[in-house]
Each structure stands twice: as C-alpha cells, then as structure tokens.
C-alpha cells in the first residue's frame, strides 16, 4: 500500500504564490515518478507537472515559467512551487505516482496511487 499526503493548499490573491507539498509512504522502492494533478468543479482531471527519480519534468502549457516541481528522494517528497497564480488555476490539486515507465505521464490512467487532494483558490 502506498500513502500520499498532500498540503500547503490554501487561499491566495491573483500574483500570489503557494508551495504544495506531498509526502509519500509506503512501498516506495516500486515508484518511478510523481506527479501532480488538478480538478475544478465540473471539470475532468488535468494533468500539471511530473518529475522523475531522473529528474525529468514534464509541465502542462498553462503552467510552464509559472509553476516548478522538484523532489527531494531521501524525504520521498515532491514539491510543487506555483507562482503568479491565476483564478483559472483554483481547483483542488492532486499529487499521485507512477509506477513504472511504460504508461504516460500526462493522463490520470498512467498513474497507480493518488493522494486526497489540497484545495487551491486564487481569488482575482
């Protein structure tokens, strides 16, 4: 079983930033890589940023020169710094992992664990 625990979500104005954090447990050693979600209400599941033990990124347009996610293995925690944010980035925010290599980064499907999600909300 494999435990991830979000936080750092919270209220911020337009411009503002926030730094969500997930802490992971569990069976680690099977991971690949960690990534980060987003849903609004009334909208399907986005894929954000993902990072892999490698150090690969992989970023969604809308967030590109915005948003940095970065992990720290020794913690097995993943990091998602998020800057000049946006109303249109308010949704609740989900970290998940993946567990190998042959399924894709950017779709919900490829991943095999989720963490209960942090609710992020820009006010304008």
């Known amino acids: 079983q494999v435990l991830l625990v979000e936080s750092g979500g919270g209220l911020v104005q337009a411009g503002g930033s926030l730094r969500l954090s997930c802490a992971a447990s569990?069976?680690?050693?099977?991971?690949?890589?960690l990534g980060w979600f987003r849903q609004a209400p009334g909208q399907e599941r986005e894929f954000v940023a993902a990072?892999?033990?490698?150090?690969?990124?992989y970023y969604t347009d809308s967030v590109k020169g915005r948003f940095t996610i970065s992990r720290d293995n020794a913690k097995i925690t993943v990091y998602l710094q998020m800057n000049s944010l946006k109303p249109e980035d308010t949704a609740v925010y989900h970290c998940?992992?993946?567990?190998?290599?042959?399924?894709?980064?950017?779709?919900?499907?490829?991943?095999?664990?989720w963490g209960q999600g942090t609710q992020v909300t820009v006010s304008s």
């Open positions: 998940a992992a993946k567990g190998g290599d042959g399924s894709s980064w950017f779709g919900p499907s490829g991943y095999d664990y």
């Open positions: 569990g069976r680690t050693f099977s991971w690949y890589g």
């Open positions: 990072i892999s033990w490698s150090g690969g990124t």
